[in-house]
């Protein structure tokens, strides 16, 4: 006997549509009376008690209970509709706790008339739900009263609204979750479609759900603000040079704008994003990477995060997003991105696998200076990274064009790996808002006028007028300023601007800096924590409060520079003595005094190996700005302590090398680098001269002392090993340096290290040489070590610094009389101002150097090569210059007189 023909399964095509009113939806699920919103409110109070959970799965554990029938794909797709749309909401509102209030009479009227108004709306879905589930009508029925709801909760309209505008992403995270969870639960629906949300396969899926997460990532609450990135996000411009002739060393990728780099080089205007676009079109399997350049707060990040949320919706090429902060550089590329996906759980496979990963992709590599590794510089590490993703990229496109990158970076770091960026348009500078008119005129600029022309700061205003509430439509006239230019223009310290601008505490002056913004704005964040909060938490006095914030910036800056662990935490604390600080700190944050500091500044993200909870700090250089004043603490505690020990005549406080001690606990584990250098600088400068004058007289004791006797490493408990010893005494002699740099900067007076005796009573000549030898090491890349950067206004005069590579060094002020510098590398150093009476510069190399005002009475400068160097106002009487180079140097207004070899060799 035959078989019976089984019937076949119902696909779902074009004939797949549900239309039903939502009451329809609801009442075969037997959802209780007081609907969405009712387990909206639920949620809320959940919040307020600390005892939030996930409203998606309220109510639906059981199929049966729910008088569905669990084979009919219709209903099941309301029911996958429903859970979704209620986590959604529910992960907005849990967002916005730190602004919502406990309402203080009974809403249930209210929930019941808006899910009554649901119920009468009528919401077809079919299947484009699958194809674009951000684009169900449905979204626009729940968001007015959602927006609604919110405001009944204490949210201002704007801000209710802002948020009710985030859902749709949201909701497609939400989506592709709650498919994952209850893959079993929804097979009719998938038995019903080929595939669900798309129409290939699993594979096809994994990416769909990984576009909604990059999507709905710009959707993200920034800052605590009840709106995201998206709403108030404007368009990056930048430029790129063309170069006829190539300059021996920088290739004229010099990113300030004030100057031209090599003569012949003349830069390019162009909107980011069409710039990009027109290079994936391209599809040239030899122009496989660009690379995004500037400075902190540029709008890097947030353009990467923009244009991978924009490319992976138009599905013209798979995006992979990367922080390359997350990523471990150790191993290869290949096993580097592929443990990212799989411990992020992004995707099931790996993208870069040579046989399973993707046809054509579009690697986004966000923040080549965050790459750290220990015992390397991060610029090091970076041109490794660079030149591995490039090979891997070249032996990828061997046939088509089958991976393209794009990489972000911070100047310095772009710059050091410059030998790997050679080709036309690959390095892209970022633009401000706005660049002033004198800038923007002359001979640098080959095209893009009409883009230069534009002042994006009323865009940009008028945005966050509109999502905060606030009323902007424009640039506020206070900040019409052209001294403030340089904070207005940049992107986040503009956006850092606002925040305080809204407070109202700030003034806004010629001396206002990004310290005076992130003080103020962490001022209000403990105003809103524990003055304002009704909660039970000990409260914590805004000294407290920052000191706890200060150790959790100390630890990251101790790990990889962004995260840190709970751990890693509190071990800082206690070594501090501020363990009963940090209890009460965690006591704040369990009562949820603390939600607004964590959305503002930093999130938990994922475990360490050992199950440790890890956090991140959002933005880098809030990180930078707690660390400087953490050493800016020790200074006044290690002046304090010294100044007791005096005082009792060693019977109290540190000596030299108790100071030296903790000072090597605190900047030893990592090398102090520019960014942070200029954060301590501010910070000095704000306590005025005559403190730093007193730091600069404590600092110059603590580093002879130091070069006598050495960085007292063997009292680290626990001690660590040689090597590691070395590493961080080297790093903590470069950090007291740069800190003695910074006190200088402000007392614009010398500082006179006591260098140490060599034979007899005479100061050793080479110690100050062989110190810098040891700080700076073999040079690897063309960027300095920071040392070099905090060499001015140092006396070192009659020091012997022959053969010395001192290539950009900052030595402008310094005291440089009868010092010994032959055939010393000085390439475009700054000198600007220093005196080098009676220096011997004989073969020296001081090409494009700044000597402007230099004092070089009765130096040496015989066959030195000063080409393009600028002499302007320069001081040369009685100066050797025979045989010297002096082809394109500046001499404007200098002083020749009596200089040897000039004349007779210039002569008419």
Same mark, same amino acid.
């Given at each position: 006997?035959?078989?019976?023909?089984?019937?076949?399964?119902?696909?779902?095509?074009?004939?797949?549509?549900?239309?039903?009113p939502?009451?329809?939806?609801?009442?075969?699920?037997?959802?209780?009376?007081?609907?969405?919103?009712?387990?909206?409110?639920?949620?809320?109070?959940?919040?307020?008690?600390?005892?939030?959970?996930?409203?998606?799965?309220?109510?639906?554990?059981?199929?049966?209970?729910?008088?569905?029938?669990?084979?009919?794909?219709?209903?099941?797709?309301?029911?996958?509709?429903?859970?979704?749309?209620?986590?959604?909401?529910?992960?907005?509102?849990?967002?916005?706790?730190?602004?919502?209030?406990?309402?203080?009479k009974?809403?249930?009227?209210?929930?019941?008339?808006?899910?009554?108004?649901?119920?009468?709306?009528?919401?077809?879905?079919?299947?484009?739900?699958?194809?674009?589930?951000?684009?169900?009508?449905?979204?626009?029925?729940?968001?007015a009263p959602?927006?609604?709801?919110?405001?009944?909760?204490?949210?201002?309209?704007?801000?209710?609204?802002?948020?009710?505008?985030?859902?749709p992403?949201?909701?497609?995270?939400?989506?592709?979750?709650?498919?994952?969870?209850?893959p079993?639960?929804?097979e009719?629906?998938?038995q019903?479609?080929?595939?669900?949300?798309?129409?290939?396969?699993?594979?096809?899926?994994?990416?769909?759900?990984?576009?909604?997460?990059l999507?709905?990532?710009v959707?993200?609450?920034?800052?605590?603000?009840?709106?995201?990135?998206?709403?108030?996000?404007?368009?990056?411009?930048?430029?790129?040079?063309?170069?006829p002739?190539?300059?021996?060393?920088?290739?004229?990728?010099?990113?300030?704008?004030?100057?031209?780099?090599?003569?012949?080089a003349?830069?390019?205007?162009?909107?980011?994003?069409?710039?990009?676009?027109?290079?994936?079109?391209?599809?040239?399997?030899?122009?496989?990477?660009?690379?995004?350049?500037?400075?902190?707060?540029s709008?890097?990040?947030?353009?990467?995060?923009?244009?991978?949320?924009?490319?992976?919706?138009?599905?013209?090429?798979?995006?992979?997003?990367?922080?390359?902060?997350?990523?471990?550089?150790?191993?290869?590329?290949?096993?580097?991105?592929?443990?990212?996906?799989?411990?992020?759980d992004?995707?099931?496979?790996?993208?870069?696998?040579?046989?399973?990963?993707?046809?054509?992709?579009?690697l986004?590599?966000?923040?080549?200076?965050?790459?750290?590794?220990?015992?390397?510089?991060?610029?090091?590490?970076?041109?490794?990274?660079v030149?591995?993703?490039?090979?891997?990229?070249?032996?990828?496109?061997?046939?088509?064009?089958?991976?393209?990158?794009?990489?972000?970076?911070?100047?310095?770091?772009?710059?050091?790996?410059?030998?790997?960026f050679?080709?036309?348009?690959?390095?892209?500078?970022a633009?401000?808002?706005?660049?002033?008119?004198?800038?923007?005129?002359?001979g640098?600029?080959?095209?893009?006028?009409?883009i230069?022309?534009?002042?994006?700061?009323?865009?940009?205003?008028?945005?966050?007028g509109?999502?905060?509430?606030?009323g902007?439509?424009?640039?506020?006239?206070?900040?019409?300023?052209?001294?403030?230019?340089?904070?207005?223009?940049?992107?986040?310290?503009?956006?850092?601007?606002?925040?305080?601008?809204?407070?109202?505490?700030?003034?806004?002056?010629?001396e206002?800096?990004?310290?005076?913004?992130?003080?103020?704005?962490?001022?209000?964040?403990?105003?809103?924590?524990?003055?304002?909060?009704?909660?039970?938490?000990p409260?914590?006095?805004?000294?407290?409060?920052?000191?706890?914030?200060e150790?959790?910036?100390?630890?990251?800056?101790?790990?990889?520079?962004?995260?840190?662990?709970?751990?890693?935490?509190?071990d800082?604390?206690?070594?501090?003595?501020?363990?009963?600080?940090?209890?009460?700190?965690?006591?704040?944050?369990?009562?949820?005094v603390?939600?607004?500091?964590?959305?503002?500044?930093?999130?938990?993200?994922g475990?360490?190996?050992?199950?440790?909870?890890?956090f991140?700090?959002?933005?880098?250089?809030?990180?930078e700005?707690?660390t400087?004043?953490?050493?800016?603490?020790?200074?006044?505690?290690m002046?304090?302590?010294?100044?007791?020990?005096?005082?009792?005549?060693?019977?109290?406080?540190?000596?030299?090398?108790?100071?030296?001690?903790?000072?090597?606990?605190?900047?030893?584990?990592?090398?102090?680098?520019?960014?942070?250098?200029?954060?301590?600088?501010?910070?000095?400068?704000?306590?005025?001269?005559?403190?730093?004058g007193?730091?600069?007289?404590?600092?110059?004791?603590?580093?002879?002392?130091?070069?006598?006797?050495?960085?007292?490493?063997?009292?680290?408990?626990?001690?660590?090993s040689?090597?590691?010893?070395?590493?961080?005494?080297?790093?903590?002699?470069?950090?007291?340096?740069?800190?003695?740099?910074?006190?200088?900067e402000?007392?614009?007076?010398?500082?006179?290290?006591?260098?140490p005796?060599?034979?007899?009573?005479?100061?050793?000549?080479?110690?100050?040489?062989?110190?810098?030898?040891?700080?700076?090491?073999?040079?690897?890349?063309?960027?300095?070590?920071?040392?070099?950067?905090?060499?001015?206004?140092?006396?070192l005069?009659?020091?012997?610094l022959?053969?010395?590579?001192?290539?950009?060094?900052?030595?402008?002020?310094?005291?440089?009389?009868?010092?010994?510098?032959?055939?010393t @590398?000085?390439? &475009?150093?700054? *000198?600007? =101002? #220093? +005196?080098l009476?009676?220096?011997? /510069? %004989?073969?020296a $190399?001081?090409? !494009?150097?700044n000597?402007?005002?230099t @004092?070089?009475? &009765?130096a040496? *400068?015989? =066959? #030195? +090569?000063?080409?393009?160097?600028? /002499? %302007?106002?320069? $001081?040369?009487? !009685?100066?050797?210059?025979?045989?010297? @180079?002096?082809v394109?140097?500046? *001499?404007?207004? #200098? +002083?020749?007189?009596?200089?040897?070899?000039?004349?007779?060799?210039?002569?008419?």
């Amino acid at each position: 006997m035959p078989p019976k023909k089984q019937p076949a399964k119902p696909a779902l095509d074009p004939s797949f549509s549900a239309t039903k009113p939502i009451s329809a939806w609801n009442r075969p699920i037997k959802l209780d009376a007081k609907g969405l919103f009712g387990a909206l409110a639920k949620g809320a109070l959940h919040g307020f008690t600390g005892q939030w959970t996930e409203l998606g799965g309220d109510g639906v554990d059981a199929l049966g209970a729910l008088g569905l029938d669990s084979r009919d794909a219709s209903q099941l797709s309301w029911l996958l509709l429903r859970r979704a749309l209620v986590a959604a909401m529910g992960e907005l509102v849990r967002e916005s706790l730190p602004e919502i209030e406990e309402p203080e009479k009974d809403l249930s009227d209210l929930t019941g008339r808006l899910d009554q108004a649901l119920d009468e709306a009528e919401v077809a879905i079919d299947r484009s739900l699958f194809d674009r589930p951000r684009n169900l009508p449905l979204l626009g029925v729940v968001q007015a009263p959602f927006a609604e709801w919110l405001e009944a909760y204490g949210l201002k309209p704007p801000a209710a609204a802002a948020v009710a505008q985030r859902l749709p992403s949201y909701f497609v995270v939400a989506l592709h979750a709650e498919w994952r969870r209850h893959p079993g639960v929804y097979e009719p629906i998938q038995q019903a479609v080929d595939t669900p949300f798309t129409r290939a396969a699993e594979r096809e899926r994994a990416w769909a759900a990984y576009a909604a997460r990059l999507d709905r990532q710009v959707d993200e609450p920034m800052f605590g603000e009840s709106f995201g990135l998206r709403q108030v996000y404007v368009p990056l411009r930048a430029f790129y040079v063309e170069e006829p002739a190539r300059d021996k060393l920088s290739a004229g990728r010099s990113t300030d704008i004030e100057r031209t780099g090599s003569r012949e080089a003349r830069r390019v205007a162009v909107r980011m994003e069409e710039e990009i676009d027109a290079w994936i079109a391209k599809a040239d399997k030899q122009d496989r990477y660009r690379v995004l350049s500037g400075g902190p707060g540029s709008g890097k990040s947030s353009f990467l995060r923009m244009y991978a949320a924009r490319a992976a919706q138009d599905q013209r090429i798979r995006v992979l997003f990367i922080p390359l902060h997350q990523l471990n550089v150790a191993g290869s590329l290949v096993a580097a991105v592929g443990d990212y996906v799989r411990h992020a759980d992004l995707l099931p496979g790996n993208p870069l696998d040579p046989d399973s990963g993707e046809e054509r992709l579009l690697l986004l590599l966000d923040g080549l200076d965050e790459l750290s590794m220990q015992g390397r510089i991060g610029a090091e590490v970076a041109r490794d990274f660079v030149r591995e993703v490039l090979k891997h990229a070249e032996i990828k496109n061997q046939d088509r064009c089958r991976l393209l990158v794009l990489f972000s970076g911070r100047e310095p770091v772009v710059q050091a790996s410059e030998s790997e960026f050679r080709e036309r348009r690959q390095v892209l500078h970022a633009l401000p808002y706005y660049i002033e008119k004198a800038q923007r005129q002359g001979g640098i600029w080959k095209s893009g006028a009409e883009i230069l022309a534009e002042d994006q700061r009323p865009s940009w205003w008028e945005a966050y007028g509109r999502a905060s509430g606030r009323g902007y439509t424009t640039l506020p006239a206070e900040l019409k300023r052209d001294d403030l230019d340089e904070i207005t223009t940049q992107p986040l310290l503009n956006y850092l601007v606002a925040l305080s601008c809204d407070r109202g505490k700030l003034r806004f002056t010629d001396e206002l800096n990004l310290n005076d913004i992130y003080r103020d704005l962490l001022e209000a964040v403990h105003e809103r924590g524990y003055e304002q909060k009704r909660s039970l938490a000990p409260d914590l006095k805004l000294l407290e409060f920052r000191r706890v914030l200060e150790e959790i910036a100390l630890a990251t800056w101790h790990g990889t520079g962004r995260t840190t662990s709970v751990a890693e935490i509190q071990d800082h604390c206690e070594r501090s003595g501020m363990a009963g600080l940090l209890h009460r700190f965690e006591a704040g944050a369990k009562a949820g005094v603390t939600r607004v500091l964590t959305a503002f500044y930093f999130r938990q993200f994922g475990q360490t190996t050992g199950g440790d909870p890890t956090f991140e700090f959002t933005h880098k250089s809030f990180r930078e700005y707690l660390t400087a004043i953490r050493i800016i603490d020790l200074l006044e505690l290690m002046q304090e302590e010294m100044g007791r020990r005096q005082q009792w005549l060693g019977g109290g406080g540190w000596d030299e090398a108790e100071a030296l001690k903790r000072w090597a606990e605190i900047c030893g584990p990592t090398r102090m680098d520019r960014e942070l250098w200029v954060f301590i600088a501010r910070e000095v400068k704000k306590r005025g001269p005559e403190v730093a004058g007193v730091w600069q007289t404590m600092l110059c004791g603590l580093i002879s002392f130091m070069l006598r006797h050495g960085m007292p490493m063997e009292s680290l408990k626990p001690r660590p090993s040689y090597h590691e010893e070395a590493r961080q005494a080297r790093n903590a002699e470069e950090a007291l340096l740069a800190v003695l740099n910074a006190c200088a900067e402000t007392t614009r007076l010398l500082s006179r290290i006591e260098w140490p005796h060599g034979d007899g009573d005479r100061s050793d000549r080479t110690a100050f040489g062989a110190w810098l030898k040891s700080l700076q090491g073999q040079r690897v890349v063309v960027a300095n070590v920071l040392a070099l950067d905090c060499l001015s206004f140092l006396d070192l005069s009659g020091q012997a610094l022959h053969f010395a590579d001192l290539l950009g060094a900052r030595l402008n002020n310094a005291d440089l009389r009868d010092a010994g510098l032959q055939m010393t @590398n000085l390439m &475009r150093a700054n *000198l600007g =101002q #220093a +005196n080098l009476v009676g220096a011997d /510069l %004989e073969g020296a $190399n001081l090409e !494009q150097a700044n000597l402007k005002w230099t @004092n070089l009475e &009765r130096a040496n *400068l015989r =066959q #030195a +090569n000063l080409e393009s160097a600028n /002499l %302007e106002g320069a $001081n040369l009487e !009685q100066t050797n210059l025979e045989r010297a @180079n002096l082809v394109g140097a500046d *001499l404007e207004r #200098a +002083n020749l007189e009596r200089a040897n070899g000039f004349y007779k060799r210039h002569r008419r």
